[in-house]
């Protein structure tokens, strides 16, 4: 009788039992009765606990892994970023770039991380649409203004106030007439 009550306890030990009425008190070894019946007096939980046996690791969409019932996802700053988790279960991740330096070119003025153009542009040799179509200002000992078109030096203007163009110079012109 004990051997088949051991054998009967064995093949019942691995199988699952749908429907158990016990009339008496249940003991078991490390059972806290006050945490079962606080639970069992909240109701019903089926459902209201992720079952998952594994979910999708995605970057960008692109899938990454699958983790499965169990495991452990670890999000790791490295030394210029944050990890900050949020309300929801949102996962923020911050770049510190603080020691950038910036500096302005000619033309440019520079305040704070903010860009712009001088107002005051002596300090500039060169002005225009592009590298075909531009004034270049030569302030050395000649101390004269070129002006290119269509990557043409078309003109001088010379410190002792003589003007040399190449063609014609047209007096009185009407394509200022609107």
């Known amino acids: 009788m004990r051997a088949a009550l051991l054998l009967i306890t064995t093949y019942m ?14 003991t078991a070894s490390g059972y806290n009765d006050s945490n079962w019946n606080t639970a069992h007096g909240w109701g019903n939980h089926s459902g209201l606990y992720d079952d998952y ?16 019932s169990g495991g452990t996802i670890d999000i790791v700053a490295s030394s210029n970023m944050t990890v900050a988790y ?26 704070g991380t903010t860009f712009s153009v001088e107002s005051d542009l ?10 075909n179509n531009y004034i270049a200002f030569n302030v050395g000992a000649a101390g004269h203004t070129d002006f290119y078109v269509a990557g043409t030096w078309s003109a001088r203007l010379q410190a002792n106030g003589e003007l040399h163009v190449i063609g014609d110079i047209v007096a009185f012109s009407d394509i200022f007439i609107p």
């Open 13 to 26: 030990a691995s199988k699952v039992i749908d429907d158990l009425n016990v009339t008496g008190t249940i």
């Open 53 to 68: 046996s594994s979910f999708n690791l995605k970057t960008n969409g692109v899938q990454r892994t699958t983790v499965t």
């Open 86 to 111: 949020g309300a929801g279960g949102v996962v923020t991740l911050s770049s510190a770039n603080d020691n950038t330096t910036y500096s302005a070119g000619t033309g440019l003025d520079l305040t």
């Open 122 to 131: 002596r300090d500039v040799s060169h002005i225009g649409k592009d590298s």
